[in-house]
């Protein structure tokens, strides 16, 4: 948890597209799957192979499941549809493999690379109204 006041500025703005939150939400979930995998490997669960290839492509069913999380409840996460419950299971997954998910989900720079994708969409919207007003006018 973090209580700087610029961190949560962005979040609120990021939160006001929903490209956005999916496009956030997937960096940090995807960078948790990724930690679950070092750690799963780190305590000997999977052999090297094995978390060679989790890397490469999760199966969100091997690193979620156990902790009560289904491959649809997860992609709900990812695309900022999630329910409380679910958030709470899937960080309760991540702290339960030795990481911080708050530190995750508060990393300035995972936050800076989602207000660039904010700012590109805010830029296309912009493209697209103006050419459809001139479409309009026409």
């Known amino acids: 948890m973090t209580s700087n006041p610029e961190i949560h500025r962005k979040l609120d703005e990021i939160y006001t597209e929903q490209e956005a939150v999916a496009f956030f939400n997937k960096l940090v979930f995807s960078l948790c799957l990724q930690l679950i995998v070092a750690a799963k490997r780190e305590r000997g669960e999977l052999t090297a ?22 491959y649809i409840q997860y992609r709900a996460l990812k695309e900022g549809k999630g329910t409380a419950a679910n958030i709470m299971a899937f960080k309760r997954a991540v702290e339960r493999n030795g990481y911080d998910f ?37």
């Open 49 to 70: 192979e094995e978390a060679d290839q989790l890397s490469k492509k999760p199966s969100e069913k091997v690193l979620l499941e156990p902790y009560g999380l289904s």
């Open 102 to 138: 708050d530190k995750l989900y508060y990393s300035e720079e995972l936050i800076n690379l989602a207000m660039s994708k904010l700012e590109e969409i805010k830029k296309q919207n912009q493209t697209l109204s103006s050419i459809s007003g001139r479409g309009a006018n026409n």
